[in-house]
């Protein structure tokens, strides 16, 4: 699987972005797909994930109620609407693939052990 990232920018606090991310290769529904995201000198941590068969998402609690994670099969994209975005926000966000993961099997993942990964799109929070 192959995932192509894009999205990212520089907004200010409060601001939006949407985070994109299309899949190619192997069946798009056999996987669980996630957003990750890395600051400066911090590990990878679990930002969103969503289930490609039923839709059931997860959300890392600092984004809970801002960031919504939905998918498209047909275009095999699976896109970040982020809201409300704070300083604290400020990272590169990786697009992942993780086979048969559900939505919370993801959101438990070691990030050792996911499947697939994006290449890195920067988000920068300003204040």
């Known amino acids: 699987v192959q995932l192509q990232a894009s999205g990212g920018g520089l907004v200010q606090a409060g601001g939006s972005l949407k985070l994109s991310c299309t899949a190619s290769g192997r069946t798009f529904s056999d996987y669980g797909m996630g957003w990750f995201r890395q600051a400066p000198g911090k590990e990878r941590e679990f930002v969103a994930s969503?289930?490609?068969?039923?839709?059931?998402?997860a959300y890392a609690a600092s984004v809970k109620g801002r960031f919504t994670i939905t998918r498209d099969n047909a275009k095999r994209t699976v896109y970040l609407q982020m809201n409300g975005l704070k300083t604290e926000d400020t990272a590169a966000y990786f697009c992942a693939a993780d086979r048969w993961s559900t939505a919370q099997e993801m959101a438990r993942q070691l990030t050792s052990n996911i499947d697939y990964w994006g290449q890195g799109t920067q988000v920068t929070v300003s204040s």
């Open positions: 969503i289930s490609i068969i039923d839709g059931t998402t």
